[in-house]
């Protein structure tokens, strides 16, 4: 009788230990997909920056360009030249922005990726550690007499009960983190938002900025040619 009770226990643990053995697996195993997932939105956020470089500088050509255009005489045909630099930097400045607007879109993206990650994780760990407790109760259940009675199986038990607990613990732990992170990614997402309702508000400015340019640069065309 002692003896089919630890064979009972024994299997219990072997129950919990296969647990954490498919938790760590199935995580490792969506880590990768997620990985290659979240490495292409980040290529992605890297080409745009890439992008947005290389305007910004050709945006701060058009703007010495434009100064060098203010020092000079104050004529129709230097007033006309002015309005097509400003014109490009407008061009420029909305293709910045559109860029911006593009690599907040995919930040965004590669965030609720990261949340949604976290919840699934969040939702895992705690079913397991909701099954580790169950078999713990039950492993816990077994009378002291009948331990007493298998003395040599006691210590056995007793260290098989500590090293789970101990892992209830880490994983109550890591939920806490994991909790925090989350939190964090939500924030950090609510910015980008804010961000990119910003950009796009800028961007509806920078548009009608450059129709007036073109409306006052072909009036000065017609004078020009009169």
Do not use: P
């Not at 994780?121 to 713990?136: A, D, M, Q, S």
């Not at 939920?175 to 804010?194: A, G, R």
Request: avoid cysteine; hydrophobic fraction near 35%; charge should be positive.
């Amino acid at each position: 009788k002692q003896s089919n009770v630890f064979k009972m226990q024994s299997q219990k643990f072997k129950t919990i230990f296969l647990l954490i053995l498919l938790l760590v697996t199935s995580y490792s195993l969506r880590v990768t997909s997620f990985a290659s997932t979240i490495d292409e939105l980040k290529v992605k956020i890297e080409e745009r920056n890439k992008q947005i470089e290389e305007i910004q500088k050709e945006i701060e050509q058009y703007q010495e360009e434009i100064g060098k255009n203010i020092k000079q005489a104050s004529t129709l045909k230097n007033e006309i030249k002015k309005l097509e630099t400003v014109k490009k930097k407008l061009i420029a400045d909305i293709s910045l922005t559109q860029k911006q607007i593009e690599s907040t879109e995919y930040t965004i993206e590669q965030l609720i990726l990261e949340i949604k990650e976290k919840e699934k994780e969040i939702k895992k760990r705690l079913n397991t550690l909701g099954e580790i407790i169950r078999n713990i109760n039950d492993a816990e259940s077994v009378s002291l007499a009948e331990l007493i009675l298998s003395q040599n199986k006691f210590s056995d038990f007793f260290s098989d009960i500590q090293h789970l607990e101990n892992f209830q613990r880490e994983i109550n732990l890591n939920l806490e983190e994991l909790k925090k992170l989350k939190e964090l990614l939500e924030e950090e997402k609510s910015n980008k938002e804010k961000k990119k309702n910003s950009l796009e508000q800028l961007k509806y400015k920078l548009v009608d900025q450059r129709q007036l340019v073109d409306l006052n640069k072909k009036s000065k065309d017609r004078l020009l040619q009169e």
